[in-house]
């Protein structure tokens, strides 16, 4: 069995320089042909830009469940119809460890389906701050 461990080692630390050796030749190609010069840099440019794309949608994704993550937090806090106090208390822990952990969006997502939707569906929703009468 260590044999064949210390066979799949080398092979794959051989395997790790073939687009090293590929790349070699490519550049040793472009040297003496302008056009594959330009052509490479295009293809860079192009994939530098697509790549900003794709780093953009994720940061919208990141940033919207962000949002969705702060919204259900104040949620959890406000909401005054819990069935016991363990399980706000439950709640507030898993939505507060989550951030730290990186999967605040998945229990924002989790609190909304599970919790949020069946209160509200009840018609348990959480109580609004009531602003007080003026008086004239």
Do not use: C
Request: net charge positive.
């Amino acid at each position: 069995m260590n044999k064949l461990l210390k066979y799949g080692a080398v092979a794959g630390a051989l395997a790790s320089f073939a687009p090293l050796a590929a790349r070699a030749q490519d550049e040793s190609e472009l040297i003496y042909n302008t056009t594959d010069v330009a052509a490479a840099t295009t293809a860079t440019a192009g994939l530098a830009a697509g790549l900003l794309i794709i780093w953009g949608v994720v940061a919208v994704i990141v940033i919207a469940l962000f949002i969705f993550w702060i919204v259900m937090l104040i949620d959890v806090f406000k909401r005054k119809n819990w069935q016991d106090e363990g399980q706000k208390n439950l709640w507030m822990i898993i939505m507060i460890v989550s951030l730290f952990v990186s999967l605040y969006g998945l229990a924002a997502i989790i609190y909304y389906f599970v919790v949020k939707r069946a209160l509200d569906k009840k018609g348990n929703t959480p109580a609004a701050p009531q602003a007080p009468p003026s008086q004239k």
